[in-house]
């Protein structure tokens, strides 16, 4: 069977997009020859790919199957076919998938954008959130940068660590714990929040408060920064957080900030990609303008 090899490129856009006229745009073709596309990749592959649901199109199971390594082979071959030549942002069409925590994207997304449609005007970036646990979307192509709070173990992921914060204590104005100085004992017998996408009631603090004899008592627990920082900014519950990291919502909440009356380790922010991108000049491109949006974090704010 003779296959023409472009169709590959149309599926994948078939796939990424989820309807035809949305696969016709992006790859610059009319809707009426893009749906001929799918009437030839039906014949070849005997499946129906994409089948209307209501008003959408939904991948077959087969389809969903094969999106991954479809994906994966379209831009090998991508890459395998093109000339090296010198970025030029100005004409550079791409979509970028970036993957930060919750208060990153907050601090930083607006600058990230901004800086991006600056220099690449035909660029376009998918702001997504973390998962609520560990998945390989790095290795098979879905996320093109991601931020983390320690080091990959995988050896085909890259990291690049852009600052170290340290953590701080938010609570109302007028909350009880700002009439006086802060110790351990007053610290871990206020009542907590803690700040999880999989409802963790316990984390590195509980550890440190254990060591020096104190237990706190986690009334609950917010899936996001934002959620959690309206939580303490409306009730009595103390939200312990990345100093840095969270500034500039703390602020726009009107929240106090309070000194972390522990010893407690620094945590750490990296940048992560798949080795994959090492020779991609556009990706290089991202993960510096992604650097220096983040790294501004770490700036002290001036004395007021």
Known sequence: MQLDLNLLTALDALLEEGSVTGAAARLHVTAPAMSRSL????????????????????????????????????????????????????????????????????????????????????????????????????????VDLASSAGPPSLPDIRHRLIGRDRLAVAVRPGHPLTGQPVTAGSYAAADHLTVSRRGRLRDRIDDALAALGHERRVIAS???????????????????????????????????????????????????????HDDDPAHAWLRDTATRTSQALFTPPPNP
């Open 39 to 142: 009437g030839r990749i039906r014949k070849a592959t005997g499946d129906q790919i994409l089948v209307r649901t209501g008003r959408r199109m939904t991948p077959t199971t087969r389809a969903l199957a094969m999106r991954t390594e479809l994906h994966a082979l379209v831009r090998q071959a991508h890459h395998l076919l093109s000339a090296q030549t010198e970025l030029d942002l100005a004409t550079l069409r791409r979509v970028f998938t970036v993957r930060w925590h919750d208060a990153l994207t907050t601090t930083c997304g607006t600058a990230l954008i901004a800086a991006a449609h600056r220099e690449a005007p035909g660029v376009q970036l998918r702001l997504t959130a973390e998962p609520g646990d560990d998945t390989p979307e790095l290795r098979r192509g879905e």
């Open 222 to 276: 917010a899936p996001t920064t934002a959620t959690a920082l309206q939580l303490a900014r409306d009730t009595d519950l103390v939200v312990t957080l990345p100093e840095a990291a969270t500034r500039s919502i703390r602020r726009q909440f009107g929240l106090t900030t309070l000194p972390l009356p522990l010893e407690s380790p620094e945590v750490a922010l990296y940048l992560l990609w798949h080795r994959r």
